[in-house]
């Protein structure tokens, strides 16, 4: 690494962790969570990015090596047909082959009735949460492993063999790719390591978020055990991903436990106590969290104001920024906040505008990032991406 | 609102057991098969205004529909087919726009709508133009609604409207957009006729366009 680039990715890394400690860097960082914008920015579609990691890395490496932004993730497009293939998995659309080329990877809900963990089948996800995800879940996920007590089969070995491959494949090239933004562009990797709330996983990949929502009145006790049972297994898995120097964050992807997927009293009962324990696990081991709060927060803030300052980053997506502001700043950094609408549809004027509005009310003090509301698509404009940027680094100077 | 029947006010309790126990009593009675239906429906619209209210959420929507479903597979068998369109209030297409899988906000606005009396096709999900124009010939709706989720899906909002269009169908609907990604420009941009937030906007929307009908 030239000595000019170590300087850029110094001070970038400076800045972008001052303000994740919610201090006051020399200017805002912009840290943008851009997926398949970083495929049309490089003029490939989205089946290239997602199929081929040459092509992805290639795409965020251009889009960083252009924009010059302080941190941004090393590839935002996680979903690898490498790794759906290898296990032959049944809950992501592949673009190119089921959708089309130009559409991002999907994920797939299954139909309730169908749901992969069965609603008489708690105690045995309480009872021995990884056996049950290797036994039972796995099966039905993959159309090539073989469920226990069936005759094994050359397909369901080499589903295994593959499976753990791929991954291993994934994450060596993920290390790398990292340090080739550090190198070649001096661009921070954003985020790593990966946590869900045991309600979020529990909705989202065993009995589906309206299974969850019966369970809540038919079984709710048993709901109850098997979030506290899954708690240490993800923040197992979130640890073994987090950066070693502590730098940048873990990120939870936060799903549906705000308003009005759950009422607050279902919040304090079934998504809060465990997730709040994990953070706080997570915290006194050094490590920062992103919020990646989907959706619209307003009505929980409060709850995430009772957090170990600085523990969070809180991103804003449909919350209001500025009530977040309000009730968060004093203790924790906020990211986000502008509309991906906005940058899809509206003019660079707009977005410069919206950008002032954002950075005069909830920026003034420092313990802010930039970025949009929701992860960005091909459909943001490069104009607008552009205008934000560009803005941010003139009008975000301390 | 009037006072709600013991049928409605189990459902709105999300009693299940006592709601199925209960319906299968007054087919007993002799009571008729659409009397049954409509007091449900009271039931779902009053959990509907409490969702509306934020008195409630979307899981005991959920619990209220699987309900709802659990007793309509009692009542199918007995309601005649042209009882099942509520008397007057007219039909309503629904959808989420092609490309875009999301349906839950979708599917509280078929269950508000169908709560407030209305014949409600629900094409699901993804569902393409041609689909939303077919249903449209099929079923002659007041009303179309779309919802859409993903920034990504806009397009599929005016090749919607622009094969309504085509077919020539038009004047005879009014066609309306919501969901999370939709905001008022975007329907008046693409050419629909009302955009509402709430799936109670789409309530009264729909009816106000079958009473114009
Ligand atoms: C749940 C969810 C999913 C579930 C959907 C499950 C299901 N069965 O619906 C799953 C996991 C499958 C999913 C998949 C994806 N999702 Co998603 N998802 C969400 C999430 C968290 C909630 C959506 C929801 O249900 N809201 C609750 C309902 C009640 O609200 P609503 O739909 O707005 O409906 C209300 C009103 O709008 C109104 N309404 C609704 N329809 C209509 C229609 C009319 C006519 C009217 C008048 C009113 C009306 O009535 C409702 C009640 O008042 C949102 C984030 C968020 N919190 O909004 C992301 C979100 C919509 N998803 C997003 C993305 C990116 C995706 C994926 C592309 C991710 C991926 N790569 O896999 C895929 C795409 C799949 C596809 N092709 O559609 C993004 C979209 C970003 C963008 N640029 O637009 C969002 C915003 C998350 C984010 N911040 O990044 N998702």
Same mark, same amino acid.
């Given at each position: 690494m030239s000595g000019d680039m170590e300087q850029i990715y110094n001070e970038r890394l400076k800045r972008y962790v001052a303000a994740m400690r919610n201090e006051k860097p020399d200017r805002i960082p912009i840290r943008p969570l851009a997926a398949e914008f970083c495929a049309a920015y490089a003029g490939y579609t989205c089946q290239q990015v997602t199929h081929d990691l040459d092509y992805a890395f290639d795409a965020v490496l251009k889009c960083c090596a252009d924009f010059d932004w302080d941190a941004a993730v090393s590839n935002m497009v996680f979903v690898w047909t490498g790794s759906v293939d290898a296990i032959? &998995?049944?809950y992501y659309t592949k673009p #190119?082959?089921?959708?089309?080329?130009?559409s991002c990877f999907q994920y797939l809900e299954p139909k309730d009735d169908d749901a992969h963990m069965k609603e008489d089948e708690y105690d045995a996800l309480i009872e021995d949460p990884t056996g049950y995800l290797a036994n039972v879940w796995m099966p039905r996920v993959s159309r090539d492993v073989q469920p226990i007590g069936e005759p094994s089969t050359y397909r369901n070995n080499l589903a295994w063999l593959k499976g753990g491959m791929s991954v291993l494949q994934y994450f060596q090239r993920l290390g790398e790719q990292g340090a080739r933004m550090k190198n070649e562009t001096g661009t921070v990797s954003a985020i790593a390591g990966c946590l869900k709330s045991p309600f979020d996983i529990i909705a989202d990949k065993l009995r589906g978020y309206r299974g969850l929502c019966m369970d809540l009145f038919t079984q709710p006790e048993k709901v109850l055990k098997a979030v506290d049972a899954l708690a240490p297994h993800m923040m197992f898995n979130a640890l073994a991903g987090a950066d070693p120097d502590k730098n940048v964050p873990i990120t939870i992807w936060m799903h549906r436990g705000c308003v009005p997927f759950l009422s607050l009293e279902q919040f304090e009962r079934f998504y809060w106590p465990s997730l709040k324990a994990i953070v706080e696990e997570i915290w006194s081991q050094g490590h920062q969290i992103?919020?990646?709060?989907? #959706?619209?927060w307003n009505e929980n803030l409060k709850y995430f104001a009772? &957090?170990?300052?600085?523990s969070i980053i809180f991103h804003v997506d449909k919350s209001d920024l500025f009530k977040a502001h309000e009730i968060l700043g004093e203790k924790f950094c906020l990211s986000g906040g502008i509309p991906n609408e906005l940058i899809a549809m509206g003019t660079p004027e707009e977005v410069k505008d919206y950008c002032k509005k954002v950075i005069d009310a909830a920026a003034q003090d420092g313990g802010f990032i930039m970025d949009a509301a929701a992860i960005m698509q091909d459909d943001a404009k490069i104009e607008n991406v552009k205008a934000m940027t560009e803005f941010t680094r003139e009008y975000g100077v301390y | 609102m009037s006072e709600l029947s013991q049928l409605a006010q189990l459902i709105n309790e999300l009693k299940l057991a006592e709601v199925k126990s209960l319906a299968s009593k007054m087919i007993e009675e002799g009571a008729s098969a659409q009397d049954i239906l409509v007091q449900c429906q009271e039931g779902m619209a009053e959990i509907g205004r409490r969702f509306d209210q934020g008195e409630c959420f979307i899981p005991e929507l959920v619990v209220a529909g699987k309900i709802m479903e659990a007793v309509m597979k009692d009542l199918e068998p007995l309601l005649k087919e042209a009882a099942a369109t509520a008397e007057g209030s007219g039909a309503v297409v629904m959808g989420t726009v092609m490309n875009d899988v999301h349906d839950i906000g979708k599917d509280i606005v078929v269950m508000m709508l169908r709560g407030s009396g209305f014949r409600v096709i629900d094409l699901g999900v993804n569902v393409s133009p041609e689909k939303f124009v077919e249903a449209v010939k099929d079923n002659n709706p007041a009303v179309i609604g779309m919802s859409v989720?993903? @920034? @990504?899906?806009?397009q599929s909002i005016s090749k919607t409207v622009e094969a309504i269009q085509q077919a020539g169908l038009r004047d005879h609907v009014s066609i309306m957009l919501g969901g999370a990604a939709a905001t008022e420009i975007l329907a008046q941009k693409t050419g629909c006729d009302f955009y509402g937030k709430t799936a109670m906007d789409a309530v009264v929307y729909a009816s106000q366009r079958s009473k114009a009908a």
């Open positions: 032959n &998995l049944k #190119g082959i089921d959708t089309p080329a130009d992103l919020f990646y709060a989907e #959706g619209d009772e &957090l170990p300052e600085q | 989720l993903l @920034t @990504t899906c806009y």
